[in-house]
């Protein structure tokens, strides 16, 4: 059973171009969230996407934009990338909890892509 | 918004002792999940434990076990026998509704 798969692993990208990180989820898993992780911190929510749709956003800009395709993958795209976002990205998985609860369980994570913006 | 606080940002075990990791949360949901990841210097954040706020019963896995207070927000992680592999970053997150908070991390060095 493949975990959750990231690409690509390292990225070094300039000031002011886009980037767009890759997430396949864990088998069975329908909602994907991203994470960026500065070095030395613990990791902050970006957003998260379940039935192709934004459901969640925490504290970060609209240069971060995502999508969700049919078979639960996902994208994360950042516009005019500036020097703090260099970062790891992690991307989770997870399954989207029944009702009453609706609430996502356990998160699985990828091993991440390292973005340096020079 | 929810705050979780790791007040211990380094800390060392012998090998095949215990050591706790302190962790401490802040919410006013009813249902939430608790739990610990750990990250290894690989990078791979990896689940060790997992506990439901409505159970009473703190959860153990193996060598890792939690002490999981309610009423005081507080979720330690005790590791005991612990091996040289256990060396890693440690997180504790909560996640209510669908959003998952990390703490700051525990930098743990488990000593040969």
């Known amino acids: 059973d493949a975990g959750v798969t990231q690409s690509p692993t390292h990225l070094i990208k300039t000031r002011g171009q886009q980037v767009t990180l890759r997430c396949s989820p864990k088998?069975?898993?329908?909602?994907v969230s991203w994470y960026q992780q500065a070095l030395g911190q613990g990791p902050q929510f970006i957003f998260q996407y379940y039935e192709e749709e934004e459901r969640q956003r925490g504290n970060f800009p609209d240069r971060f934009s995502g999508h969700q395709f049919p078979n639960y993958s996902s994208e994360l795209n950042v516009n005019a990338l500036l020097l703090g976002d260099s970062a790891l990205y992690l991307c989770?998985?997870?399954?989207?909890?029944?009702?009453?609860?609706?609430?996502?369980?356990?998160?699985?994570f990828g091993p991440g892509t390292r973005l340096t913006v020079l | 918004a929810q705050t979780v606080t790791q007040s211990q940002p380094e800390m060392s075990v012998q090998e095949a002792e215990t050591v706790t990791l302190s962790c401490t949360y802040d919410?006013?949901?009813?249902?939430?999940?608790l739990f610990w990841y750990k990250q290894p210097p690989s990078r791979q954040m990896i689940l060790v434990i997992r506990?439901?706020?409505?159970?009473?019963q703190n959860a153990t896995e193996n060598r890792f076990s939690v002490n999981f207070q309610k009423a005081a927000k507080s979720f330690s992680l005790k590791i005991s026998d612990s091996q040289l592999g256990d060396t890693a970053m440690y997180f504790c997150?909560?996640?209510?509704?669908?959003?998952?908070?990390f703490g700051t991390g525990t930098s743990l060095t488990v000593i040969p």
């Open positions: 088998s069975g898993h329908d909602t």
């Open positions: 997150a909560s996640n209510t509704g669908n959003q998952f908070y």
């Open positions: 506990q439901e706020a409505y159970k009473q």
């Open positions: 989770a998985s997870s399954f989207w909890g029944p009702w009453p609860l609706m609430m996502v369980d356990t998160q699985y």
């Open positions: 919410t006013s949901e009813n249902n939430y999940y």
